[in-house]
């Protein structure tokens, strides 16, 4: 699943980037205990973050990195 999401985060293999997929693709394999999906979840919040200004995304990319 993490690698799936990497593939749509970054356009390889697939026909268009779906952020919104890979994102919930990251929380999936997050939740299952892949740290790498761990860590591409908190920066994929981070970079919600910075694109909303919303603080609950830094909050939320902060817990996970810690």
Known sequence: MNNLAICL???????????????????????????PAVYNLAFSYL???????LPEHFRQAARLFH
Do not use: N, T
């Open 47 to 53: 970079i919600k973050g910075r694109q909303s200004k």
């Open 9 to 35: 985060e970054q356009g390889h293999g697939v026909d268009s980037v779906d952020m919104d997929q890979a994102f919930q693709l990251y929380q999936e394999s997050a939740s299952k205990g892949y740290l």
